[in-house]
């Protein structure tokens, strides 16, 4: 497992919260083509409403993308093993 973090995510999160992820790799605030690099060695992908779900979708890798107050219906990362999750 790895995180991959962007701007609005170490904005937003707390530090107990990435405390309790540094036991595993980081990756922060990346350029595109390292993060292309990235999702080519992924698995799959976990993320939220963002166009690195988007990506990892159009990779044809496994995603969930996690929805909060956008419309999942409407704006969900399309490929062949995309899911989406509207909390």
Same mark, same amino acid.
């Given at each position: 497992?790895?995180?991959?973090?962007?701007? @609005?995510?170490?904005?937003?999160?707390?530090? /107990?919260?990435?405390?309790?992820?540094?036991?595993? =790799?980081?990756?922060?605030?990346? =350029?595109?083509?390292?993060?292309?690099?990235?999702?080519?060695?992924?698995?799959?992908?976990?993320? /939220?409403?963002?166009?690195?779900?988007?990506?990892? @979708?159009?990779?044809?890798?496994?995603?969930?993308?996690?929805?909060? =107050?956008? /419309?999942?219906?409407?704006? @969900?990362?399309?490929? =062949?093993?995309?899911?989406?999750?509207?909390?």
């Amino acid at each position: 497992m790895v995180f991959l973090l962007g701007p @609005a995510e170490k904005e937003r999160w707390k530090g /107990n919260v990435i405390q309790s992820i540094e036991k595993y =790799p980081i990756l922060s605030e990346l =350029p595109l083509t390292q993060i292309l690099q990235a999702l080519t060695c992924a698995d799959g992908y976990v993320g /939220n409403d963002s166009g690195i779900s988007h990506l990892a @979708a159009g990779m044809a890798k496994s995603v969930l993308a996690v929805f909060g =107050p956008t /419309n999942s219906v409407k704006f @969900a990362p399309l490929g =062949p093993k995309s899911e989406s999750f509207q909390d």
